[in-house]
């Protein structure tokens, strides 16, 4: 009997023990961030605004990854395929110190289209977005896979009318 529960014991905690280190992020020396960036025309009916974005190839996209001081220890980018789709890589150690990918920023840099090149801050392309949870962990892949950013046309970009002060904005 008491062998039993002994093993029940030891079985319960191997379990345990494994769980712990599925749940644990991966080490590794690269992490990449993943999305696409696409062109929204105003001017289209509903339907088509919705389900009509085309993508832009050769944007350009930045991530700016701060330290616990909020300074920037690093600047990555990468420019949009065919699909419109980028994935920036970064280093997750910076002179030696592990780098936390929740400080962490990713936005719009810029459009080579002639006709849609105003950023949007749908999604947060324009201000830029902090990276929260990878959706991707797997031996040594981490991979923080966001939605779309959005470029839109000068004939649909409205003014700012907001009063609030310039310094208060991140513009990482």
Same mark, same amino acid.
């Given at each position: ?36 960036? /696409? ?7 509903? &339907?088509?605004?919705? +389900?009509? =974005?085309?993508?832009?190839? *050769?944007? %350009? ?46 936005? /719009? ?7 849609? &090149?105003?950023?949007? +801050?749908? =999604?947060?392309?324009?201000? *830029?977005? %902090? ?42």
């Amino acid at each position: 009997m008491g062998a039993h529960i002994l093993f029940t014991a030891a079985a319960a905690l191997l379990l345990l023990a494994s769980s712990a280190t599925a749940t644990a992020t991966p080490e590794c020396d690269i992490f990449h961030v993943t999305g696409s960036v /696409l062109c929204q025309e105003c001017g289209e009916g509903w &339907n088509e605004w919705v +389900n009509g =974005a085309n993508p832009i190839q *050769g944007s %350009k996209v930045s991530v700016t990854c701060l330290d616990e001081r909020s300074r920037v220890v690093q600047y990555a980018s990468d420019l949009t395929d065919e699909a419109g789709n980028f994935d920036v890589a970064c280093n997750r150690y910076v002179n030696g110190k592990k780098l936390n990918p929740q400080n962490c920023y990713v936005r /719009l840099v810029s459009s080579p289209d002639p006709i849609c &090149n105003v950023a949007t +801050n749908f =999604a947060g392309g324009k201000t *830029g977005v %902090k990276l929260h949870r990878p959706n991707v962990m797997y031996r040594d892949i981490l991979k923080y896979a966001l939605g779309s950013f959005y470029y839109t046309t000068p004939m649909c970009d409205e003014p700012d009318t907001n009063d609030q002060d310039d310094s208060e904005q991140n513009n990482y």
